[in-house]
């Protein structure tokens, strides 16, 4: 007979490049928010928090937002606590707007 324990997840901020707009953060929201066993906490342009229960639910993550069309990497990791809010913004006048038609 075998006995499972839940552990606390690990919440993770990944920095993520190339994002400028309300569509790269609904790109890479979708994209998170695929990854089984992994929690959303926020999306912003530039950064994600993520709750994961293990390296594998992590490595998921990742790779599902270089899928996207992002480069990314952890930059912090923390026990899970609290809540976190979502946001976005656009910049227009960026040019890497153009290439993920965002922004217009």
Do not use: F, K, W
Request: hydrophobic share 35%; glycine share 12%; net charge neutral.
């Amino acid at each position: 007979m075998s006995a499972t324990t839940q552990s606390q997840p690990t919440r993770y901020t990944l920095a993520i490049d190339d994002m400028s707009c309300g569509h790269c953060v609904r790109a890479v929201s979708g994209a998170l928010g695929r990854v089984p066993g992994v929690t959303v906490r926020s999306v912003a342009v530039g950064n994600a928090e993520i709750e994961a229960p293990d390296g594998l639910s992590v490595a998921a993550a990742l790779a599902a937002v270089e899928e996207a069309g992002y480069p990314v990497r952890i930059r912090e990791t923390s026990p899970s606590n609290g809540t976190a809010t979502q946001s976005a913004c656009c910049d227009s006048g960026n040019p890497g707007n153009a290439r993920r038609g965002c922004c217009g």
